[in-house]
């Protein structure tokens, strides 16, 4: 996946990017420039950037694929895991709803744990090139 950005800030090797929405969104000039942009992240680099600085990035699309399984398909295996255990458990069906809620919200804060610690590293994996 690649993406364009737009340099905001330069810290020394620190770097914040707004980045844009794809191509195919920018091309039409129905939005203003403010609603192009798609967010801002800060990245580290050894680039010789400067403010106003046009930049592209990509990540593997392997990364991706991975991200969109925990975030999509992992939590609803959380769901069907807790109503499963407490149903060979042999609890009563609102105890076993209830533990999918549970097993659903345990998930998410498995994931805030794991952004928190291993997040960083997932940034290292995005490349940025300056725009010619």
């Not at 990017?17 to 680099?45: H, P, R, V, W, Y």
């Not at 991706?64 to 458990?89: D, E, M, W």
Request: some cysteine; charged content about 25%; proline content about 2%.
């Amino acid at each position: 996946m690649e993406a364009c950005g737009i340099v905001k800030k330069v810290d020394g090797k620190k770097v914040a990017i707004s980045i844009l929405k794809n191509s195919a969104c920018g091309s039409c000039d129905k939005c203003s420039a403010d609603s192009k942009k798609a967010g801002e992240q800060s990245f580290i680099t050894d680039l010789s950037l400067k403010e106003g600085d046009h930049v592209s990035f990509q990540i593997e699309d392997k990364s991706i694929l991975k991200l969109g399984v925990f975030i999509y398909l992992f939590p609803a295996f959380a769901i069907f895991l807790g109503y499963f255990v407490a149903s060979t458990l042999s609890l009563t069906e609102p105890v076993r709803i209830l533990s999918s809620f549970v097993s659903f919200f345990l998930y998410y804060v498995f994931i805030f744990i794991f952004d928190k610690i291993w997040g960083k590293s997932f940034l290292k994996k995005i490349s940025i090139k300056k725009a010619e």
